[in-house]
């Protein structure tokens, strides 16, 4: 059974830090390109960051906004991917979702809640 499982957001001053844990399991991580999206209330979902496969070389990228800021790694013994999130800003509350892709394959974790307030 496919399972992405999210976990590590909660509620965190300005300037705070996170990080975020996708554990997979039912599939090998390091074959799929793996994602973070997130959702703010009123808007639509948003890549935040990507780290390619093994095969694609593990490359990141991240969206413009995280830069600088945001860091997707891999652990391949734990089947897990995580996201370091430094400097967090108001605008980064959100709901956390993990992806996994690898050609028409799509899988959606069920996502884990950040809050960054004073």
């Known amino acids: 059974q496919v399972q992405l499982v999210e976990s590590g957001g909660g509620l965190v001053q300005p300037g705070g830090s996170l990080r975020l844990s996708c554990a997979a399991s039912?599939?090998?991580?390091?074959?799929?390109?793996m994602s973070w999206y997130r959702q703010a209330p009123g808007k639509e979902r948003e890549l935040v960051a990507t780290i390619t496969s093994a095969v694609a070389g593990g490359r990141t990228n991240y969206a413009d906004s995280v830069k600088g800021r945001f860091t997707i790694s891999s652990d391949n013994v734990k089947n897990t991917v995580y996201l370091q999130m430094n400097s967090l800003k108001p605008e980064d509350t959100a709901v956390y979702y993990c992806?996994?892709?690898?050609?028409?394959?799509?899988?959606w974790g069920q996502g884990t809640q950040v809050t960054v307030s004073s």
């Open positions: 039912g599939f090998t991580s390091s074959s799929y390109s």
């Open positions: 992806h996994a892709r690898k050609n028409w394959l799509h899988y």
